[in-house]
C-alpha cells in the first residue's frame, strides 16, 4: 500500500454545463432545466472513442483527479487511479467526472435556487434516481461530444450507474466497470439507510427538509448518519486493527466521553462530513440506494436486463467488503454469464472493507489497468 | 419453531429488596444504598442447593417468566425458556431474576431519587460496570439464603455477567452458562455502541442526562439507537427473509415516507422502545458492554483469568449471530480449555442472528436442557 501524495494530471478545473431540456424523471417530475459541475483529464481524440466516465459513490463529485490553483491541498477522490500511466491512463483516455444531479458540490441539488419560487429546493427537490442519473450524464455525454463511452466505470453506487449505463445506454457503452456494488441492497442494507435518514430527518434542525431559510443545518443528524457510515465501510477487521479497544487516553472515563479510540474516529469523521455535506443531498442518495433494483423491470430476473447490454464487464469486489459483500458482486456475474455477455471477475483480498475501492492497491490497480489495456484508446 | 403462548410457571410477583451497605464501584464512587427488583420461580430446597441467577441483556429486567395477575398479557422476556419441565425446570430449580442497578424497571438507577439531592440522579447516577452487578447480585443471594448458584445463566450482556461470576465469585457458582456472548467488544461492536450513545446525548432533549427534571425524554435519540441495535440483533438473511426488499404499500414513494416494510419495522420497533425505556439506562448498559474485559486484569490473557473459575461451563453460539460471533464464543471455549476447565460447546445452526437467544427452538432448549439435567437439584 503506498499512498499517492501528488495529483498525476496535475492542476484542473471543475467546468458547468446548463441543460435546459427539461427531464423527466422516474418519479414522473419533470425537472425544467439543470447544471452539471464536471472536471475532464486527458485528451478526447478525434473521433471521441477514448472517453471514459467516472460515476461517483454517495458522497463523491466531480473533482476525481488533480488539484486547483488555489487549493493544492485539495485533491481529487480518486486521484490514485487516474493520471498518465495511471489505470485510467490520461496518455490514452480522456476521463470525465461530474458531480450528480442532486448533489451538493455544484450541481443542481436541493440548495439550489427552485427558479418556480425563487428559495432553495430544500424537499421540494425532486427525487433523483440511479437511472435518472444516467439520462442526466448522458446529456452531459451529448454536449462533450462523446457518442459512445470507452468505459463507465464506478464503486459502490457508482458501479451501479454504470451496470445502469449499460442497460440503458446499451450502444453508447463499451465496457462497463462495476466495482463493490450490488444489484439492489438487501433488507439490512436498506435498514442501515433508514437509521441514517432518520437522524436526520427527526433532527430539529431539518425543518421538514427546508432549513436553508432557517438559516440551519441537521448537523446532529447528518453526523449521526455519517459515523454510522463509516462503521459499514470499513471491515471489522480493519476497525480492530486500527482501533481494537485502544483508550484515547489510557484510562476509562466511567462516563460517556470519548474513552476508546474508535469514537474519537467516529466523532471525528462524522464532525468533518457534517460541516461541509448537504443533509438533503444525503437524503436523496440514500434514497436512489434504495429504489436501485433493474431487475425489477424484468420482475426481478436479472438475467433478462442484462441482456440489454452490448458491453463487456469488469466486476470487481472486495473480500472484506460487507457492505456490498463479494456475493452481491457475484450475483452480478451469474446474471451476466447467463445472459451470455463477456464477464471478467476479480474478488481482491483487502483489508479495508467497502473503502477498499478507493484504496491505491497495486493488485487491485493492476487489475483495472490490465482490464483497460484491451480497451482501444 | 413454537411461540409459547402461555407461561410455565403462572401468576408471578415481583418483590424488592433494599441495601444499605454502600457499594464500592469499579470507578472508585460509592453508591451508599440501592434497590433491587426481582422474581423468583420454583421453590429454593433446604440446603439451597438448587438455585440459578438469571442475568439479563442490555433491555432485559427482573421479570423473566409467568404473568402479573393485574396484566396477564406481560409474560416474562424468556417464559419460554423456565416453567414445569422447561429447560430451567422449576419442579427441580429456584430461578431468580432480577432488574439489575442502573436499571429503569425498579431497581436504583438513574431516574431513582438521588438521596443526596432529593431529585432523580440523572446523568448524576454512578457507572456501573459488569462487575458491580455482579457484587450487587451477591448481595441479592445472601439475601435470599443462597450461598451457592447451581448455575449464573444469560445471553449477551447477561452471559457477560454469567462469565464474570464464575471468577469473580468461583466458590458461589456450580455451573456457568454464557450464551451468545463474547470476552469482549470489537472496536466495531464500540462503534455501534458509540453511534447509539452519540444519538441520545445529542438529542436536544437529553439536558445533559438531567431531562427528568424538564419533564422531557430524548426520545428521537433512543428511537434511532434501539433502530440500529435491532438491525445488530437480526441477521442479513433473516431480515431478507422477513422482509427482503417488499414496499409498504406496493408502491415507491419517491420521497423520504416509509416505502420498504423493513423500514416500517424499525420504526415500529425504534417507537415502542423509547417509549417506555430510559435513555440513561440505555447509555449505562452500552457503556457496561465497551468496559467489559475481565482479561485486562490479566494483561489480555483470558486462559489466565479463567483459571480462577471452579464451576463448569457451557457455551452457546448461534451461526447466524454477527454481533457477537460464533468466533467469539470460541474465543471463550479455548481460554477454558486451556485453563482446564469442563467445558461444552454447542454453537447453533438458528437463523435468527443475535436474538436467537431468546427464542423457543426445541434443539437450542434442549442443549440447555440437557447440561441441566446432570446438575444436581
Known sequence: MTKTQTSGVGLVEAKRAH???????????????????????????????????????????????????????????WDNIVGPGRPLDTDRFFIVGLNN????????????????????????????TVIDWVHSQARLADHLGIK???????????????????VTYPERVKNTIVIAAAPYLTAQNIAFNDVARQAILTDPEFYGGHYYEHNARPVRGLRLARMLGHITYLSDDQMGA?????????????????????????????????GYFDANTYLLMTR??????????ENGDLTAVMKRASSDFLIV??????????????????????AEKNVSYADIDLAFGHDSFLLDDPYYHSVIAAYLQKVPS
Chains 1, 2 share one sequence.
Open 19 to 77: 441543460f435546459d431540456t427539461p427531464l423527466t424523471l422516474r418519479s414522473g417530475e419533470v425537472l425544467p432545466a439543470y447544471d452539471l459541475v464536471y472536471e475532464t483529464y486527458g485528451t478526447l481524440n478525434a473521433d471521441a472513442s477514448n472517453a471514459i466516465l467516472v460515476c461517483h459513490a454517495l458522497s463523491g463529485h466531480h473533482h476525481v483527479a488533480g488539484h486547483y490553483a488555489d487549493q493544492p491541498d485539495n485533491i481529487g477522490w
Open 317 to 338: 469486489s472486495f473480500t472484506t467488503d460487507w457492505r456490498f459483500s463479494p456475493e452481491r458482486s457475484r450475483e452480478i456475474v451469474s446474471a451476466l454469464l447467463a
Open 288 to 297: 436512489a440506494l434504495d429504489y436501485f433494483d433493474p431487475a425489477r423491470e
Open 101 to 128: 444531479l442532486g448533489g451538493c458540490h455544484g450541481s443542481t441539488g436541493p440548495a439550489s435556487i427552485n427558479p418556480a419560487t425563487g428559495k432553495p429546493w430544500g424537499a421540494d427537490f425532486p427525487m433523483v
Open 148 to 166: 459512445t463511452w470507452a468505459a463507465v466505470i464506478g464503486g459502490s453506487l457508482g458501479g451501479m450507474q454504470a451496470l445502469r449505463w449499460s
Open 242 to 274: 486500527k482501533f481494537g479497544r485502544g483508550l484515547r487516553n489510557g484510562n476509562l472515563s466511567f462516563g460517556f466521553d470519548v474513552d476508546f479510540q474508535v469514537e474519537s474516529y467516529l466523532h471525528y469523521q462524522g464532525d468533518k462530513f457534517a
